[in-house]
């Protein structure tokens, strides 16, 4: 089954300029399948991230369609609800309270007398010590974290509420070199563990070679390219 399906999409906006308009897809078809890492890469400008905000039902298609799971998101009414059960979107923005430890962000929402909170407390002990937190970091307030743990723990924070669809917009675009790779590297290792389905964009060479898929946006369409594997 297809996690993601778009079928002959139009995206275009105003330039600001009269009538002009930009397009950024015309007659688009882009499908993914489950547990399915994929990397989206373009130059900048090319709608790397319109598209990513197409299939998270932010903003709508011109023309066309697009399901996800099978589900026309021009039926989906309760769009936040949706998302928040759906999609897990991770981008360079923090969605977490600085004052609080980084396993407190990831209990938000729970209360300490709550029936199962030691189960989500363990839960959340176990996702942050997968994504390389040790104990004390764990407990260390997100103002204190460097900028690649403060990502991490945002990931965290959004696999905690077990979506079955990632979308990354070059999350780890803030970090330079072995950081960069070494974050999205881990975000690939958890979505594989997990049988995620994964839509990445960047251009980052050394994600590619992680993916199953590789396409670029050109000419208004996404055309895939092969994968050049390192061999060792």
């Known amino acids: 089954m297809n996690a993601v399906e778009l079928t002959n999409v139009l ?4 330039n600001g300029h009269g009538s002009d308009m930009t397009i950024l897809f015309e007659n688009m ?27 998270a039902a932010m903003t709508p298609a011109n ?12 039926s989906v009414h309760k769009r936040t609800e949706w998302r928040l059960n759906t999609i897990g979107f991770i981008n360079a923005d923090s969605c977490l309270i600085p004052y609080l430890s980084a396993r407190q962000n990831l209990l938000i929402g729970l209360k300490k007398e709550d029936t199962g909170y030691e189960a989500k407390q ?9 994504l390389g937190f040790s104990e004390e970091a764990m407990d260390e307030s997100i103002e204190a974290l460097d900028d690649k743990q ?12 077990q979506p079955k669809l990632i979308l990354a917009d070059e999350p780890a675009k803030a ?15 958890f979505s594989r563990q997990h049988g995620l389905t994964v839509i990445i964009a ?5 994600i590619i070679k992680k993916a199953d898929r590789h396409v670029v946006v050109e000419n208004h369409r996404l055309v895939e390219y092969p994968i050049e594997r390192t061999c060792i």
């Open 11 to 14: 995206k275009r906006f105003s």
């Open 29 to 55: 078809d882009f499908s993914v399948r489950e547990g399915e890492l994929v990397v989206v890469s373009g130059n900048q400008g090319s709608g790397k991230s319109t598209l990513l905000q197409m299939i």
């Open 63 to 74: 023309k066309g369609t697009v399901h996800v799971f099978g589900e026309d998101l021009l």
């Open 122 to 130: 363990a839960q959340a002990t176990a996702l942050l010590s997968e």
């Open 150 to 161: 403060q990502l991490l723990a945002t990931i965290g924070r959004i696999f905690m509420t």
């Open 175 to 189: 970090l330079k070199g072995e950081e960069s790779e070494e974050l999205l590297t881990r975000l690939i290792h």
């Open 202 to 206: 960047t251009n980052d060479s050394s």
